[in-house]
């Protein structure tokens, strides 16, 4: 698959897309676990990994210091340049098997799943 020949396993690449997407704003480890989906002690398992590898900065919080704010390193911004056209060019090779009234339905359906996981 098209993550290991990044190094990336879908756990990384899901952490680090979120990060990506802030634009450099970066996210707290609590705001990452939500996006994610995991509890806190399995973002900050998968932190310690990323940090590790040299792709994740953890930067406490000036006005509260059991807060961490999370922000990619420049190596991770230029991996996520290079993988993401790879891997947007896989994700539309895997839609190419629907019509178009099929991606129009699975569209709403994962917004109205979407919907349902910002109320939780």
Excluded: W
């Excluded at 707290?28 to 939500?34: C, H, P, R, V």
């Amino acid at each position: 698959m098209h993550f290991a020949r990044y190094s990336l396993s879908k756990a990384k690449f899901n952490a680090l897309i979120q990060l990506f997407m802030t634009g450099g704003q970066g996210l707290t480890q609590s705001e990452l676990g939500k996006k994610l989906l995991v509890s806190r002690a399995n973002v900050t398992r998968l932190i310690d990994r990323l940090e590790k590898e040299g792709l994740v900065v953890r930067k406490g919080d000036p006005d509260d210091k059991r807060v961490f704010q999370l922000y990619l390193t420049d190596r991770a911004s230029m991996l996520m340049n290079t993988f993401i056209p790879i891997h947007n060019q896989y994700v539309h090779k895997i839609m190419s098997v629907l019509d178009t009234d099929e991606k129009e339905l699975l569209i709403t359906l994962l917004d109205k799943l979407k919907k349902g996981l910002d109320q939780c």
